[in-house]
């Protein structure tokens, strides 16, 4: 079946542009997470949605970032006035659900790339 | 603080040869353990993971990993290396009491040559 799929593919936008990174999961899966892979940060998870509960946004680094899950499905990672460092692959994953043992193994789509001049 | 750490930057190995990809982890509690793949402009890939029972776990592509909680150690394994298994591989770590994330170790580049 499908995996989990992200657009664009490569974002080059300028210092101080918004941005908005999609991710559409696998269907069925009631879960879904961003992570940032970057040189220096290695990867970081940034933010989670699990069905109707209010997501897990601990990993979020600045309230310059946002996230919203739309219907349960697709979702938006939105990072606003954009700065170099912001630079970096964001990653999208997805699972049956988010801590059920068996069934909460992510799968990750193929990324990302960020580049803010 | 809860972590997880690969203390091998890069691992070289001949085709052929068993290799070993270290992982060790730092917790209060019972950790969920797996293993990923990345290849070059590629997502990660899951290898396999560890839940309960059995301590050594079998995963895709000929992959197994043995968790020793004495030492708190995941390691992955495969008794025959092939070029093909060159990629960056991450251990990571999910703790029951902190919902879906999981906490990635630093991720080591594994070169096997023919």
């Known amino acids: 079946g499908a995996g989990v799929s992200q657009s664009p593919s490569n974002k080059v936008t300028e210092k101080g542009k918004d941005v908005e990174l999609r991710c559409d999961p696998i269907s069925g899966h009631t879960a879904l997470y961003w992570y940032r892979q970057s040189l220096g940060q290695g990867l970081e998870f940034l933010i989670y949605f699990q069905g109707n509960s209010a997501p897990d946004k601990s990993g979020l680094p600045s309230d310059r970032f946002s996230a919203e899950r739309t219907g349960g499905s697709v979702s938006t990672l939105t990072i606003q006035r954009t700065q170099q460092e912001d630079s970096a692959v964001y990653l999208c994953?997805?699972?049956?659900?988010?801590?059920?043992?068996?069934?909460?193994?992510?799968?990750f789509g193929p990324g990302t790339r960020l580049t803010v001049l | 603080a809860q972590s997880v750490a690969q203390p091998e930057d890069q691992v070289n190995v001949a085709e052929g040869n068993p290799l070993t990809v270290k992982c060790t982890y730092s917790v209060s509690g019972n950790p969920y353990l797996f293993w990923y793949v990345q290849y070059p402009n590629r997502g990660l890939q899951f290898l396999l993971k560890?839940?309960?029972?059995?301590?050594l776990v079998k995963g895709s592509y000929g992959f197994e990993a043995e968790f020793n909680k004495s030492q708190t150690s995941f390691h992955l394994k495969k008794p025959s290396a092939l070029v093909s298994d060159s990629a960056l591989y991450f251990c990571?770590?999910?703790?029951?009491?902190?919902?879906?994330?999981?906490?990635f170790g630093q991720g080591t580049e594994l070169s096997v040559k023919p």
């Open positions: 990571a770590v999910r703790f029951y009491n902190q919902g879906g994330k999981l906490i």
């Open positions: 994953a997805s699972s049956l659900v988010a801590s059920g043992g068996r069934t909460d193994t992510q799968y």
């Open positions: 560890y839940i309960t029972g059995d301590n």
